[in-house]
């Protein structure tokens, strides 16, 4: 049997910097044909990215897809709203996570398994400026510190 290696496409650095990361979700992405194509072109972008819930149902807004080369008259708008594929059960806690004050529902990392397209979903409370500066000084000084043990 072959082992399937995780292979990942995108990923969010920039939400470890802005959010305490307390959770993670995996979820699947409905996604055109053209916009797979460009996503396994890893022409992806989670940066500004987000998850809101509408009606019962969990939609991924503001990441960046971009067309496909070939795509045509078939092709996609970059900037759509995409529906995650998640249980009713996943639904209603990451509902009730986007109901808390200062709580938010950010994309971490695009992969693929067994050929389909996954995201990890974090949830995530944001960090304020003295929190995203002491994390600056704590990876400065583990850096110091292997750089010293190194020699």
């Not at 290696?5 to 959770?23: T, W």
């Not at 797979?36 to 509408?54: E, F, N, P, T, W």
């Not at 939609?59 to 067309?67: M, P």
């Not at 249980?87 to 109901?99: C, P």
Request: aromatic letters at 8%; glycine letters at 6%; a positive charge.
């Amino acid at each position: 049997m072959k082992k399937e290696a995780n292979n990942v496409l995108a990923q969010n650095k920039k939400a470890s910097h802005d959010y305490f990361i307390k959770e993670t979700i995996e979820a699947g992405i409905a996604l055109t044909g053209t916009e797979i194509k460009s996503v396994r072109a890893r022409r992806i972008q989670l940066r500004d990215g987000y998850v809101q819930i509408y009606n019962g149902n969990a939609y991924l807004e503001n990441v960046h897809i971009s067309e496909y080369k070939q795509g045509n008259i078939y092709n996609h708008d970059p900037l759509r709203r995409r529906q995650l594929l998640l249980h009713k059960k996943e639904i209603r806690k990451l509902a009730e996570v986007q109901a808390q004050q200062g709580m938010a529902i950010i994309p971490l990392k695009v992969y693929l398994k067994k050929g389909f397209a996954k995201i990890l979903l974090g949830i995530g409370q944001g960090k304020k400026q003295y929190d995203k500066r002491e994390t600056i000084k704590k990876r400065d000084q583990e850096r110091e510190l292997r750089r010293k043990y190194r020699m």
